[in-house]
Structure formats: C-alpha cells, structure tokens
C-alpha cells in the first residue's frame, strides 16, 4: 500500500505516533538498509522528542552487506543504537530485545529502585510506508496476541503482542510520511519501493538506476547485460541493454520503455545482487 500524503494525512499520522507515545518505553524505528537516510520520515526527531530509539535497518537481505556494517558504525558515532534485520526470514530480530533491556536499563533500574514491579518493555514500530512493519510485527507476533485494553490513559482498546517474556508491542505502527522535497530521495524511494513509480517518471527512475550501477556496480551491470565496455552516452548504454535482453518494438528497434521497466523491475528484485543506494558519507556531506 502506498498512500497519497498531504499535510491533513501528515498532521493526522503525527498526532497518532503522539498519542502512543505516552503508552511506550522505546520506538522502533524501521527504515530500508537500502536507503537508511531517505527511508526516514523526515520530522522524526521532533515527532519521538527524547523517547528512547532503536534503529531497524530492515531489508539487510536486499543490502550491501559491506555498506550495510558502515551504517551501523556511523549509528554507533552517532549514540545511536541500530541493528540490522531481515523480517521477512526473521533474521537479527532476537537481537531486538536484548538492545531495548540495554537502552532502557537506566528507566527500569530507576523504577525497581522505587519498588515498582518489575514489567515488559513497551514499545511501537514506526516506520515509512512499505519498509516491512507488518512484516516485522507478524514476525514477532507469531500467535501472542493478547488484548489488554485497560491500561490507565487508554480510552481505545490496544492490542499489545508478547514478544517472549520481556517485551510488549503495540499492534498497530505508526506510519509516517518520507521525504519529498529532494529529486534524488524520491527517486531511491521509487527505486525500492517505497512510492509509487506513477509518481515519478518511469525514465528518470531506471536513469537513475543506470547511472548508479554504472558508478557503484559496474562489474554486475556488464554481466547483467553482457556489456563489454560501458559506453559514455546514456542512449547507446539503453541500446544494448535493450537489445541484449530483446526488448524491441515490432520494427525491431529498442523499445525505451521496456527497457527502463526491466532495469527497474531487476534492480528492485534482486536481480543485480544486494545493493545500498547511499552511504553515511552521503549525509555528512550535507550536513
Ligand atoms: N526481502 C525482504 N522483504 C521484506 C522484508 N520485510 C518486508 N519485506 C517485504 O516488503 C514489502 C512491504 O512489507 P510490509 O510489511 O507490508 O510493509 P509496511 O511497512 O507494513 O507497509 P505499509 O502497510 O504500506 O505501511 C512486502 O512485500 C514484504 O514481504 C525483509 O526484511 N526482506
């Protein structure tokens, strides 16, 4: 599902993270390993304030595994604890409570020492459409649902799920918008999945993709495509893509447009290995 964002959506999708807030200990932030910048929402800081966070770099499997360690170092840098999973498989999600317990540690000891009884860490996933939260959340729910809808504060019913003994997940994540204002953003969350691609031009978005592998895969984009040197001019590139893999129209020309929906359908599915669109040193650039 991708839904239409304007600012009613925005202020509605905000005030509803808010409002859970006030039940949680932690937030689970998901965002894509592919794009771990451009799959977050962009207020997000100011939407969780000081609520302790744990970074989910959802969808490692799909990632460069190599970049995939260099964000988890820059989150370290940064104070931030992350971990990477793939909640499709399951894989690294027994990691998530034992980093709550330690981000949490201070709180539960403050409380044990003022003889509250000691209970399961509360938290909410939140994330960008399509990052995989009800993935995760089916994930970790296997079958221990349970309804408690009597907690002070609540006036809706919330359905928390067991995650083991130690951990409680509220049922429903929060969604949050990701970000627009940036061409290039736009185009990586095209790229994955995220948007879309009605959104954006079809063209613009394998262009893209073509120009990234070019720079950063080279080597899987020539195998691809049985590209023995990679021309300078974009069309000539297109030209043997297309007719490497027979993508032409009746007059047997290249047809552009099965061309650029083939490299994007490949580039999304795998078919060019694991791939990071962006690096920490991308961000630190801006900043
Ligand atoms: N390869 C891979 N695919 C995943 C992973 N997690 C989720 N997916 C896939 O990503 C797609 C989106 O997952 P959802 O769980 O529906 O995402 P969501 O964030 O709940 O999406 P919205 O309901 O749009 O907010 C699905 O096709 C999932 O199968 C993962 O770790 N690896």
Not at 151 to 170: D, S
Request: aromatic letters at 6%.
């Amino acid at each position: 599902m991708t839904i239409q964002w304007f600012p009613g959506h925005m202020a509605k999708a905000r005030r509803e993270v808010t409002e859970k807030l006030k039940l949680i200990d932690i937030v689970f932030e998901l965002v894509d390993a592919r794009i771990p910048a451009s799959s977050r929402n962009p207020m997000i800081d100011e939407i969780i304030q000081h609520k302790p966070r744990l970074i989910l770099l959802n969808k490692a499997d799909m990632a460069d595994a190599a970049k995939t360690k260099q964000w988890l170092d820059y989150y370290a840098s940064q104070g931030n604890k992350a971990i990477a999973i793939n909640a499709h498989e399951g894989t690294g999600l027994t990691k998530i409570t034992s980093a709550s317990k330690e981000l949490l540690k201070e709180k539960f000891d403050r409380m044990k020492a003022k003889g509250i009884k000691p209970r399961a860490i509360r938290a909410m996933i939140v994330g960008i459409p399509n990052v995989g939260k009800s993935t995760l959340i089916n994930r970790l729910a296997k079958k221990n649902i349970a309804k408690t809808g009597n907690m002070p504060g609540v006036t809706k019913a919330q359905q928390w799920i067991k995650v083991g003994k130690e951990l409680e997940l509220l049922d429903t994540p929060g969604i949050l918008w990701p970000k627009f204002e940036d061409q290039e953003v736009g185009l990586k969350l095209a790229l994955t999945g995220a948007i879309k691609d009605t959104l954006l031009n079809l063209h613009d978005i394998s262009l893209y993709a073509i120009r990234f592998l070019e720079k950063q895969y080279p080597d899987r984009l020539q195998k691809r495509y049985g590209i023995n040197e990679i021309p300078e001019e974009i069309v000539e590139l297109f030209d043997q893509i297309g007719t490497f893999r027979g993508c032409l129209t009746s007059g047997a020309m290249v047809d552009y447009d099965k061309t650029a929906e083939l490299v994007v359908r490949e580039v999304r599915s795998e078919k060019m290995g694991p791939l990071t669109f962006e690096v920490p040193q991308d961000i630190q650039a801006e900043e």
